[in-house]
């Protein structure tokens, strides 16, 4: 059996993103600031405040980071971008040299102890949690050290500055209840945006997919058109040839064997030209015929599918003709290929409308939807399957990306969509009715996706050139 190929583009949204996120530069230019504050706090405190502080161990923590900045800045490119471990070992150096620094100033009686949230903070918006969890824990222990060993705020007059036990037990409370409570909320947020962001490229290069499909159905729909003539001229001359060369046999064979590859050639464009059209036939389409080339991919994997067009209170509403939009197609396709995946025997795709809305409903009778996942689906990278496990696909667990790139691309094209079940799943099977798996609800209204009554029935006028 053949070997499917790996699709590069599910790795690229597979894959974590975090390696090699941070760029060197950033951290520096955070450095330099950080640098610039300590060096102007230092001073102010013991020119101004009249602070007793080792300003040669100060300015000795501080060059510390002036040397390391140059030094980077020295060897590695501005371009250059931090592996997980790089960032996490420059992370650890501001986090030691800002702990030497509180050292030297009064451990967590100093108010400034309160930036050793930031490096931890750092970590958990670009670094793995391995490397925030490493940051955490170190910073917590370092701060616990500061509570107990520190140099003590001392003022010019031998005064010593102490807050109460009570308070420097609840700032050291706060500081670690802040590490945290940040890093979790940092990374919890980051890892919602970057889940999001990798979905979205991959719903962009579904729909660059099917936008490549048909234009390349376009092109090869005008090249038949154009060629259509001139091969029937061939094909009309080569069958006069025929009669006319009865009595040179040699003869009469070449012409029929152009007559049979002028044959062979419509048959080939008319094939390729199946992808699409990109005339001003196949700009529009009425809504059974977009629908059902939506469907057709999946219309010969075993499920039988079920079509029901009919218009919804009044009958002499005629079927509305739609924009046959690449969105629109991809996302239906989507949506049709989860039916089926799951579906038992059979799916039903039914389709309603009236003067305002146009409502597309998509029914399986498989095991329907988690109930726990129905407020979720249509989210990117869920953390568990998003439908049981379907007969036909044993062992498949989905990541939930189908449905968000449907989602997002019928909505894009002006659809609301809806998920929910046809019956409760947790009934017995003979407790069922015939439809009773997934339903997906997708509901437009008419003037978002359909053309007016005049356009649709008016004429087309003439094709326009393929834009290339």
Same mark, same amino acid.
Request: aromatic share 6%.
């Given at each position: 059996?053949?070997?499917?190929?790996?699709?590069?583009?599910?790795?690229?949204?597979?894959?974590?993103?975090?390696?090699?996120?941070?760029? #060197? @530069?950033?951290? !520096?230019? *955070?450095?330099? &600031? /950080? =640098?610039?504050?300590?060096? $102007?706090?230092?001073?102010? %405190?013991?020119?101004?405040?009249? #602070? @007793?502080?080792? !300003?040669? *161990?100060?300015? &000795? /923590? =501080?060059?510390?980071?002036? $040397?390391?900045?140059?030094? %980077?800045?020295?060897?590695?490119?501005?371009?250059?971008? !931090?592996?997980?471990?790089?960032?996490?070992?420059?992370?650890?150096?501001?986090?030691?040299?800002?702990?030497?620094?509180?050292?030297?100033?009064?451990?967590?009686?100093?108010?400034?102890?309160?930036?050793?949230?930031?490096?931890?903070?750092?970590?958990?918006?670009?670094?793995?949690?391995?490397?925030?969890?490493?940051?955490?824990?170190?910073?917590?222990?370092?701060?616990?050290?500061?509570?107990?060993?520190?140099?003590?705020?001392?003022?010019?007059?031998?005064?010593?500055?102490?807050?109460?036990?009570?308070?420097?037990?609840?700032?050291?409370?706060?500081?670690?209840?802040?590490?945290?409570?940040?890093?979790?909320?940092?990374?919890?947020?980051?890892?919602?945006?970057?889940?999001?962001?990798?979905?979205?490229?991959?719903?962009?290069?579904?729909?660059?997919?099917?936008?490549?499909?048909?234009?390349?159905?376009?092109?090869?729909?005008?090249?038949?058109?154009?060629?259509?003539?001139?091969?029937?001229?061939?094909?009309?001359?080569?069958?006069?040839?025929?009669?006319?060369?009865?009595?040179?046999?040699?003869?009469?064979?070449?012409?029929?064997?152009?007559?049979?590859?002028?044959?062979?050639?419509?048959?080939?464009?008319?094939?390729?030209?199946?992808?699409?059209?990109?005339?001003?036939?196949?700009?529009?389409?009425?809504?059974?015929?977009?629908?059902?080339?939506?469907?057709?991919?999946?219309?010969?994997?075993?499920?039988?599918?079920?079509?029901?067009?009919?218009?919804?209170?009044?009958?002499?509403?005629?079927?509305?003709?739609?924009?046959?939009?690449?969105?629109?197609?991809?996302?239906?396709?989507?949506?049709?290929?989860?039916?089926?995946?799951?579906?038992?025997?059979?799916?039903?795709?039914?389709?309603?409308?009236?003067?305002?809305?146009?409502?597309?409903?998509?029914?399986?009778?498989?095991?329907?939807?988690?109930?726990?996942?129905?407020?979720?689906?249509?989210?990117?990278?869920?953390?568990?399957?998003?439908?049981?496990?379907?007969?036909?696909?044993?062992?498949?667990?989905?990541?939930?990306?189908?449905?968000?790139?449907?989602?997002?691309?019928?909505?894009?094209?002006?659809?609301?969509?809806?998920?929910?079940?046809?019956?409760?799943?947790?009934?017995?099977?003979?407790?069922?009715?015939?439809?009773?798996?997934?339903?997906?609800?997708?509901?437009?209204?008419?003037?978002?996706?359909?053309?007016?009554?005049?356009?649709?029935?008016?004429?087309?006028?003439?094709?326009?050139?393929?834009?290339?």
């Amino acid at each position: 059996m053949a070997t499917a190929l790996p699709d590069p583009a599910l790795d690229l949204v597979r894959q974590d993103a975090r390696s090699d996120w941070v760029r #060197l @530069r950033t951290l !520096l230019v *955070l450095r330099w &600031l /950080a =640098i610039l504050g300590q060096t $102007v706090t230092v001073v102010f %405190a013991a020119l101004q405040l009249g #602070l @007793r502080v080792e !300003l040669g *161990l100060c300015f &000795l /923590a =501080i060059g510390a980071s002036v $040397v390391s900045n140059l030094v %980077a800045m020295t060897i590695f490119p501005e371009n250059q971008r !931090l592996s997980d471990r790089d960032a996490m070992l420059t992370l650890l150096f501001d986090l030691s040299q800002l702990s030497f620094l509180l050292f030297l100033t009064g451990g967590l009686n100093n108010p400034f102890a309160l930036l050793i949230l930031a490096p931890v903070t750092i970590s958990a918006t670009a670094l793995t949690v391995r490397s925030t969890i490493i940051l955490g824990v170190l910073a917590v222990a370092m701060i616990t050290l500061l509570g107990r060993y520190h140099v003590p705020l001392t003022l010019q007059s031998g005064e010593i500055l102490q807050l109460p036990p009570m308070f420097v037990a609840g700032f050291w409370m706060a500081i670690t209840i802040g590490i945290l409570f940040l890093s979790a909320y940092a990374r919890r947020i980051t890892s919602e945006t970057h889940s999001m962001s990798q979905a979205l490229l991959a719903t962009q290069m579904a729909l660059a997919r099917e936008q490549k499909l048909t234009d390349l159905g376009g092109v090869v729909a005008a090249a038949a058109h154009e060629l259509g003539t001139p091969l029937a001229t061939i094909k009309l001359v080569s069958t006069e040839l025929v009669d006319e060369l009865a009595d040179h046999p040699q003869l009469a064979e070449d012409a029929k064997l152009i007559r049979d590859q002028a044959d062979r050639c419509r048959d080939i464009l008319r094939s390729m030209g199946r992808a699409g059209k990109d005339d001003l036939h196949m700009r529009s389409a009425p809504l059974a015929a977009v629908v059902r080339e939506a469907a057709e991919p999946h219309a010969a994997r075993g499920v039988a599918i079920n079509y029901d067009f009919v218009a919804e209170g009044d009958a002499a509403i005629p079927q509305p003709v739609i924009w046959r939009k690449p969105e629109v197609i991809h996302g239906l396709r989507n949506l049709v290929q989860n039916a089926v995946d799951f579906a038992a025997t059979q799916i039903w795709i039914e389709a309603r409308w009236d003067a305002g809305y146009i409502r597309l409903r998509i029914t399986d009778d498989g095991p329907g939807y988690p109930q726990d996942l129905l407020g979720r689906l249509g989210d990117p990278f869920l953390s568990r399957r998003a439908r049981a496990q379907s007969p036909a696909r044993p062992g498949y667990e989905g990541m939930g990306l189908g449905l968000f790139i449907a989602k997002t691309l019928l909505e894009r094209a002006g659809a609301r969509v809806s998920f929910d079940n046809a019956t409760d799943p947790f009934l017995s099977v003979e407790d069922k009715a015939e439809k009773s798996g997934a339903v997906v609800e997708v509901i437009w209204a008419a003037a978002a996706i359909a053309l007016p009554p005049e356009a649709a029935s008016g004429p087309l006028g003439e094709n326009r050139p393929i834009a290339i």
